[in-house]
């Protein structure tokens, strides 16, 4: 067993049987590589990552391939999920060479750090068009032995592009709708009008981009562009909502679809992605009040709180892509989620498997089609997708919908039991802070928009747990990781942006004034740590925090989004509630710090973008006056949050109830009357209120035209 084996990460335990001599990211392997005069060989995954653990069973554990990298390099591996910094540093540089990134990840490093050659994926020989990483070993070897310093000269050369790229200054902000308009347009032409999403194939589930195209559609409410953004994010939510990323049996979102039609998933399951597709699953619902889009946002939360909740706090990370086949034999990408027509009909009836094979497309032959399974690892499988809308069906066999809807209900639920007793996918059991920071945020909306206590009471004792297990009082220090205890790393930006987020919207829901000041103080360590004063801008990292030769600044929304895009609309916020003039200044620093990305690549920070096109609408306050026990006044409270806009304040006011970090404005706000005949709720702006409204559909409509 190698170093790993008492590591605290899933992903480096994964490893610690390896006949690779392992190292873990730290100084021990740093000074190997020095005093041998070794290049280092840094592989970077993730514990449900699928071809992480393609890599891994085709290579790191072959003994010819072990014993060449044991010889000529220090073998060290990250986990990008422990280590972001690491991770997105040297994918700079490999996106910068290759023209793409992805993982597992494979980077060559001098001994001081500075990489000069990379790549993702290497098969064990050469084939698919790629070189085989034998072949890679070698060759990079014996160029270490007679041209190492060519190679160290081209590691200076690259780390110093890449330091004045990513620390470059920035031009001032004069042309933000310019860039709102051209994100609009770029993702319109990228748009799929027949299967949703953008582009071709793999589709992700990019939450900013939908987050960003509702909030362009509010912005430009009556108007043909407007129109046509709210189109194309309902075409997607529909498409998604359709596919086979969609685990219509458990619940949640699998990681990507590897065909254009969202039908056959990579099928891990990650947390960000059930927090931020719940989120704007709900930023939907708002919009128009369907349904499904709440069926759906039921569907996530109900499966983080079953499946990756943890019962003293906290939610796992991941369950991964691969699981043990029921019939025996080594795990397989899917195993726990595919269905072969003999197991539907071993127990399915056979209406219900006929009912079965019209809703979710099932076929005696499998429905994955050849070109979305290459190398046939899913021949013969079923994946359960909407075949065709559930009316459809029930119109053609002389069924209500609600019959429909009951065989179906019915079916899903003898689908699941039978799920249940196969081996499930292996969990990463850690603990991340700002996954968990996203998954109280959208813990907190639906408590807020669809009154489910259960969902606030979760996210009230996921951040208890947070700020217990993660925080450290005497020192002010907050650490990103728990499993088996802390972990040693320090927060990173993201996390405490994602952090401040979930405080501020823990204070919607609660309206307890304490989350407030909580937000604050982690806001002002964010800015003490991680803030560059010359630009505005936020770093990844602390200065000191990392011994990468190059401090990375994020600033692309994909599968998380961006420090930088949640910082700003925390700094949007915090100008709503506090009246201090530094949070606008900070806000117009980082905006003029990310112009120049914002103009020349909109489509990278969709979700920042929201933040700016919020930063031009009205400022509203919203006060609802009202018992919070009293169902009307939740009602109010819940359309009041569904306003899309960060530049709004909701305030909850019944008696007792104190907002202190309002300063002088706090008077005013407790000055509202209670009209006898029950809750009312006033829209007021620059002190000036509306008359009070009691209807919830009334002041809907209300917000929408003030925005």
């Known amino acids: ?40 060989f840094l592989s970077i995954g993730y514990a449900t990552c699928h071809w992480c653990h393609v890599m891994a069973h085709e290579s790191f554990e072959d003994e010819e391939v072990a014993e060449r990298l044991n010889r000529a390099f220090v073998p060290v591996k990250v986990d990008r999920e422990e280590r972001p910094d690491v991770d997105q540093a040297y994918m700079a540089f490999v996106q910068a060479t290759t023209g793409q990134g992805g993982w597992p990840m494979s980077v060559w ?24 990483f034998l072949s890679v070993l070698e060759q990079i070897a014996e160029l270490w032995s007679r041209h190492r310093e060519d190679l160290v000269l081209r590691g200076e050369e690259i780390a110093g592009r890449l330091r004045e790229a990513l620390a470059g200054g920035r031009p001032g902000l004069s042309e933000g709708g310019r860039a709102s308009e051209r994100a609009f347009e770029e993702f319109s032409r990228a748009f799929d009008p027949e299967w949703g999403g953008f582009g071709p194939k793999p589709k992700f589930p990019r939450p900013a981009v939908l987050h960003f195209l509702l909030r362009y559609a509010v912005t430009n409410r009556g108007r043909p562009q407007g129109e046509r953004a709210l189109s194309i994010a309902r ?66 939360l109900d499966y983080l709180l079953r499946d990756l909740a943890f019962a003293d706090g906290g939610f796992a990370s991941a369950e991964d892509a691969d699981s043990l086949s029921p019939e025996g034999g080594p795990a397989r990408e899917g195993a726990f989620y595919l269905w072969t027509y003999r197991e539907l009909a071993e127990v399915l009836k056979p209406e219900e498997l006929a009912l079965a094979a019209e809703i979710w497309g099932v076929r005696p032959e499998g429905n994955i089609p050849a070109d979305a399974d290459p190398h046939q690892e899913l021949a013969g499988k079923n994946i359960l997708f909407e075949n065709e809308p559930i009316e459809e069906i029930a119109a053609r066999r002389g069924l209500s919908l609600g019959e429909a809807g009951r065989i179906r209900s019915a079916v899903a639920g003898k689908l699941a ?31 807020l928009l669809l009154g489910e206590e259960r969902y606030r009471e979760a996210a009230e004792r996921t951040m208890g747990f947070l700020l217990s297990a993660l925080f450290e009082p005497t020192s ?21 942006a994602m952090l401040v987020q979930a405080l501020l919207d823990l204070f919607e829901v609660t309206q307890e004034a304490g989350w407030v000041g909580k937000a604050v103080f982690f806001q002002d360590r964010m800015e003490a740590l991680f803030r560059d004063p010359e630009s505005g801008a936020y770093w990844t990292s602390g200065e000191e925090a990392s011994p990468v030769p190059f401090r990375v600044r994020e600033e692309y929304d994909g599968a998380e989004p961006a420090a930088i895009s949640i910082a700003a609309a925390n700094l949007l916020r915090f100008a709503v509630l506090l009246p201090e003039e530094r949070w ?44 919070r026990a009293d169902p009307r006044t939740r009602s109010l409270l819940a359309s009041a949050a569904c306003g899309l806009s960060y530049r709004k304040l909701l305030l909850g006011i019944e008696p007792g109830k104190r907002f202190p970090f309002l300063g002088e404005q706090e008077d005013f706000y407790l000055s509202l009357p209670l009209r006898e005949e029950g809750p009312v709720a006033y829209l007021c702006q620059s002190f000036a209120c509306s008359e009070p409204v009691s209807d919830p559909e009334t002041l809907r409509e209300r917000l929408r035209a003030a925005t």
Request: charged fraction near 25%; hydrophobic fraction near 40%; proline fraction near 6%.
């Open 109 to 132: 490093l001098t001994p001081d750090l500075k990489p000069f050659y990379g790549g993702t994926y290497f098969p064990r020989h050469d084939r698919w068009g790629l070189l085989g």
């Open 584 to 627: 606008p200044g900070r806000l117009e620093a980082l905006f003029r710090a990310e112009a120049d990305r914002l103009v020349h690549g909109p489509t990278a920070l969709p979700q920042l973008l929201a933040a700016y096109l919020d930063s031009t609408r009205p400022r509203l306050s919203v006060a609802v006056v009202g018992a």
């Open 476 to 496: 002010g220090k907050l650490f990103r990781l728990y499993r088996e205890g802390r972990g040693e790393v320090e927060a990173f930006a993201g996390d405490y």
């Open 1 to 40: 067993m190698s170093r790993l084996a008492t590591a605290k990460s899933p992903y480096l335990r994964q490893h610690a049987a390896n006949p690779v001599d392992w190292y873990p990211w730290g100084s021990e392997a740093f000074a190997k590589a020095k005093a041998e005069g070794k290049p280092i």
């Open 235 to 300: 075409q997607t939510f529909e498409a998604m909502a359709r596919g086979g990323i969609r685990d219509r049996i458990g619940g949640g979102f699998h990681r990507y679809s590897v065909d254009r039609f969202w039908r056959v998933p990579h099928f891990e399951k990650m947390l960000y992605d059930q927090a931020q597709l719940a989120s704007v699953y709900l930023e939907s619902f708002c919009c128009d009040g369907g349904a499904r889009s709440e069926s759906i946002v039921r569907e996530i």
């Open 417 to 447: 039991r039978a799920r249940n007793r196969r081996p499930r996918p292996a969990k990463d059991d850690k603990v991340v802070l700002g996954w968990n920071a996203l998954a109280v945020s959208a813990l907190a909306h639906a408590g």
